[in-house]
């Protein structure tokens, strides 16, 4: 039986991969700084553990795993991540966790290890026009992430890639544009666009109002969560190394990501635009390399992952508040 090792597998991807691999036939271990909220875990062993600290990572890297999956990050939304306030820990922690990561998996003789990297790496300055904007994996340099979140990613893209020429570790690395789906943040502040507006519509009455960060014409691209989990699955099972881009193609504007969300709803609301952290003008994933490489890239319509996610956000808004209007 083939072992895997999910660090992150408390959070919105992690929980999903572990079940995942559970249906792949894998035994799994999952860490993290807490269990999912809103299921069960799929792990085999689940590790309550802080992979800021290298001796938790030695403890739970304890044998040549095949296949480690790298999620743990300390992340979230525009809100969390644009405002500028959780610089500091966003860099320090998700930094010393990488770090210790690589360490830990040479030393044990780890086959093969995923890094999630994020879009949020390539340069602000290509991604100033909603309409085109350029994130070709090749156009990551000069390098001008627009958040200290993007530098950090950029950074531990060279960590892996360095062990790898250095140490042999072999290496697979995606940047992911934007993932949603069931059983993710949709209220906590870490929450990221398709949830926060899922959960805005929900909670409004027929006829109302949601507010909006931003113009709403801001451009960007969103995965479904399986199609994520297709394309790192055919990544670890490829030569490839990467970095390699893993989103979607469909890119639209926020206020038609909202307007779709309503038509998931049945409701027609207003848009009331509000002052608010963007980040970038445009962003779409360029799936071109992703394609000469794996022979694959993800095709579901983006209206089809809000039809599945939205029913979900609705269920935890009532559950939430019983009065509430979402109906």
Not at 166 to 184: E, K, W
Request: charged share 25%.
């Amino acid at each position: 039986m083939k072992t895997a090792l999910v660090c992150g597998a408390g959070g919105f991807i992690g929980s999903h991969l572990a079940k995942r691999l559970k249906g792949e036939g894998y035994w799994v271990r999952g860490i993290d700084l807490k269990y999912p909220e809103f299921a069960e875990t799929a792990a085999d062993d689940f590790v309550i553990g802080d992979l800021r600290d290298p001796r938790v990572c030695e403890s739970v890297v304890d044998q040549p795993f095949d296949d480690i999956y790298q999620l743990a990050a300390d992340m979230g939304g525009a809100g969390f991540v644009f405002t500028g306030e959780n610089d500091a820990d966003i860099m320090h922690n998700s930094g010393l966790i990488n770090l210790n990561m690589v360490a830990s998996s040479c030393t044990a003789g780890v086959k093969k290890i995923f890094y999630s990297s994020s879009a949020c790496m390539y340069p602000e300055y290509n991604q100033t026009d909603p309409d085109n904007p350029k994130c070709s994996e090749d156009s990551a340099y000069p390098a001008s992430p627009d958040s200290e979140y993007g530098w950090e990613k950029l950074f531990s893209e060279r960590l892996y890639l360095a062990f790898a020429r250095n140490h042999g570790l072999n290496v697979r690395i995606a940047r992911f544009h934007n993932i949603f789906g069931p059983y993710g943040s949709w209220k906590d502040g870490r929450e990221k666009a398709p949830a926060a507006l899922c959960r805005k519509v929900a909670q409004a009455s027929d006829g109302g109002e949601i507010e909006m960060w931003g113009d709403g014409l801001q451009t960007r691209s969103f995965l479904y969560i399986d199609e994520c989990l297709e394309s790192v699955r055919r990544l670890m099972e490829s030569d490839f190394i990467g970095p390699v881009n893993i989103g979607s193609e469909e890119m639209v504007t926020i206020n038609q990501l909202a307007e779709m969300i309503m038509d998931s709803a049945g409701k027609k609301l207003s848009i009331k635009h509000i002052p608010g952290p963007l980040g970038v003008r445009g962003r779409n994933s360029d799936n071109r390399l992703l394609k000469e490489k794996l022979g694959w890239s993800p095709s579901e319509p983006l209206r089809e992952g809000l039809n599945k996610t939205y029913p979900w956000i609705h269920e935890m808004v009532e559950k939430d508040n019983p009065l509430s209007p979402c109906k």
